[in-house]
């Protein structure tokens, strides 16, 4: 009966993104459809790549192709915000150990909601937000110390070694 509970309250937590995106912001997925392109060949992915947060960035473009249908964007964009709040909420859990504490999950899946309304809002903070929480999420389910340091150090570095590349590879020398 625990199992099915969950499934409710997670369902009711889709229905509640899809029913406050429809009523507040059913155009807004075809404003950012028509302000985004994207094209499927090696030079766009590579260009997209190269540039900070280039994986987000295409995914997001990728997405938001799907938004020509209001109703499309809803319901990808009500995905998004679920899995944040889930992973957070999951986060929150292990983290407190305790149901009350972990519902403080679903804020930055609100966050997300409210910061739609800005109009100078890139969709790909909510694919990047998931990403981070995921990737958090399954930084503290390694339960050896030994492997989470190796983890957490391997991470750093990555992010360290790649905004390197590009910042140096975007600096001109001066005239």
Known sequence: MKKYKSIIFWTIVFAAYCIALW???KYIFQYFEQRQTFFA?????????????????????LIIQFFVCPA???????????LISFVS???????????????LGLLPGAACVLQMYNM????????????MVLCLWGFINIKKDLPRLVCGILMALIRFLRSNCITL???????
């Open 169 to 175: 590879r975007h600096i001109r020398p001066v005239d």
């Open 120 to 131: 100078n809002f890139q969709y790909s903070g909510i694919v990047s937000l998931l990403i």
């Open 72 to 82: 499309a964007g809803i319901i990808l964009t009500s995905l998004l915000l679920t």
């Open 23 to 25: 009523l507040t912001d």
């Open 41 to 61: 060949d090696a030079g766009f992915i590579r260009s997209a790549l190269g540039q900070v947060g280039g994986c987000t960035i295409l995914l997001s473009d």
């Open 89 to 103: 909420y999951r986060i929150f859990r292990h983290i407190s150990g305790k149901w009350d504490t972990a519902l």
